[in-house]
C-alpha cells in the first residue's frame, strides 16, 4: 500500500470512530465533546470521500496491470493499456489535490475574528491611516457579505482614529484575516503637510479569533469592572451615563474596554467577547512560539511588531514584505479589493506546510 493510501486509511477510520461517537448518548449530553466531535466528522468527511474515490482509482490500477500481465488476448492488452492511461494521468493531480487537503488545519480559521487598529509613529497622519484602513476592511467585508459591529474607538485629534476594535462575525473571518497581523506603513504626503513631502507613518493591526466559552473558561473573580461615561461621537445620552466598561484580568493586566454601544449591558458583553479573546491569543501565542522551534513560519507566526506592508501612494504601490508581492492598484486595494494579497498569502502559508509535511 503507498504511503498517501495509508495516510487516508487511518483517516477513514477517525472518520467511522466519530461517525459512531456523534450518535452516543453520553458524548451528546456533553455538550463541549460533542460540539468538538462534531466538527471534526464535519470537517474529515470531504477527505473520506477523497480517500474513496483515490482508494477506487489505485484498486483499478493494480487490476488492470495484473490482467495486462495475466492476459495473452491483444483486444483485452489493449484495453487494459488504455485502462492504465487513463488512470496514470488523473492520479497525480489527485494526489496533488489529498496532499492539500493533509495539511493540517488551524482550528482557529474557522472562527469569527475581533480585529484592533492603532496609531504607531506619525501623530496626526497615521490617525488617518488607520481611518483608511478601517474603511479598506470594512468595504472587503461588504464584498464578502459579513457583518461587523465597532466595539471600541477612540478619535484622533485632528482626523481618524487613535485606535478602533471591532468584531468580525463571520465563520472563518480569522483564516482570511489572520494575515493582517502586524505593522503597516504608509509613504504619502500627509493632508497636514503644507511642502508637499512625503512621510512615513505606520500603524499596527492585530487579528484575534473571537474565542467561545468553550475556548476559554474565564474566571470571572479575576476580573475587575469599571464604568465610566463614554466620550467622542454618540450624542447626549452617551455622556450622561456610565455606560462604558473597562475590565481587566488582575492576574495578567489585561484589559478590555468598550463604549460604543448604548448600554451598559452591551458594552459588558462585548468587553467580556474582547477579554476572553486577547487571553486565548496570550495561550495560542505560546503554543505557536514552541510550534515556531520546530519549523520556522514566514507567513503565519511572524512578530506583530513586524512591519508586513508598505502603502506607497506616490507610486501608487503596496508590498507585502513576508512574501515579496507588489500590487500596482493602490486604489483598488485601499477601496476594499485585497483579495489577491490574502490569497497569495494563504498560497506561501500552504507551500510552507507543504514543504513541513514532506521534510
Known amino acids: ?54 482508494k477506487n482509482i489505485i484498486e483499478n490500477l493494480e487490476n488492470s496491470k495484473a490482467l495486462l500481465q495475466e492476459e495473452d488476448d491483444p483486444e483485452m492488452r489493449e ?76 478619535e484622533g485629534t485632528v482626523k481618524g482614529y487613535k485606535e478602533i476594535s471591532l468584531n468580525i462575525d463571520a465563520p472563518a473571518a480569522y483564516g482570511v484575516l489572520k494575515f493582517e497581523s502586524g505593522v503597516h506603513r504608509v509613504q504619502r504626503v500627509p493632508e497636514t503637510e503644507s511642502q508637499g513631502r512625503v512621510h512615513t507613518s505606520a500603524i499596527t493591526v492585530a487579528v484575534l479569533p473571537e474565542a467561545e466559552e468553550v475556548d476559554f473558561e474565564l474566571n ?10 463614554a466620550s467622542g461621537a454618540g450624542g447626549q445620552h452617551v455622556n450622561k ?27 459588558m458583553e462585548k468587553a467580556l467577547s474582547m477579554l476572553r479573546s486577547r487571553l486565548y491569543q496570550i495561550e495560542l501565542d505560546k503554543i505557536q512560539s514552541e510550534r515556531a522551534e520546530h519549523r520556522k513560519s514566514l507567513v503565519s507566526t511572524g512578530d506583530r511588531s513586524a512591519k508586513i506592508r508598505t502603502y506607497n501612494y506616490p507610486q501608487g504601490r503596496i ?31 500552504n507551500a510552507e506546510k507543504l514543504k513541513g509535511e514532506e521534510a
Not at 503507498?2 to 453520553?26: S, T
Not at 456533553?30 to 470531504?46: G, I, Q, S, T
Not at 485585497?338 to 494563504?346: G, P, R
Request: aromatic share 8%; proline share 3%; net charge negative.
Open 1 to 54: 500500500m503507498n504511503e498517501l493510501l495509508q495516510k487516508l486509511e487511518a483517516i477513514h477510520i477517525r472518520f467511522v470512530e466519530v461517525g459512531k461517537l456523534i450518535v452516543d448518548p453520553e458524548i451528546i449530553a456533553d455538550m463541549k465533546r460533542y460540539v468538538k466531535l462534531n466538527k471534526e466528522y464535519k470537517d474529515l468527511e470531504e477527505i473520506d470521500e477523497m480517500y474513496k474515490k483515490y
Open 79 to 154: 484495453m487494459a493499456k488504455m485502462e492504465i492511461d487513463e488512470l496514470e494521468s488523473v492520479r497525480p493531480e489527485m494526489e496533488e489535490q489529498i496532499k492539500m487537503m493533509l495539511i493540517p488545519k488551524d482550528p482557529e480559521d474557522e472562527k469569527s475574528a475581533i480585529m484592533e487598529l492603532r496609531a504607531g509613529t506619525g501623530g496626526d497622519e497615521a490617525c488617518i491611516f488607520v481611518e483608511d484602513c478601517f474603511r479598506m476592511y470594512t468595504m472587503f467585508f461588504k464584498e464578502r457579505g459579513w457583518s461587523y459591529e465597532i466595539i471600541n474607538s477612540n
Open 220 to 229: 470571572m473573580a479575576d476580573v475587575r469592572k469599571d464604568t465610566y461615561r
Open 241 to 267: 451615563t456610565e455606560s462604558a466598561v473597562r475590565l481587566t484580568h488582575i492576574p495578567t493586566g489585561v484589559v478590555a474596554e468598550c463604549q460604543d454601544g448604548r448600554s451598559q449591558h452591551k458594552n
Open 319 to 349: 508590498t507585502d514584505h513576508r512574501i515579496n508581492k507588489t500590487i500596482y492598484k493602490l486604489d483598488a486595494f485601499m477601496n476594499g479589493d485585497i483579495q489577491e494579497m490574502i490569497d497569495a498569502l494563504k498560497m506561501a502559508e
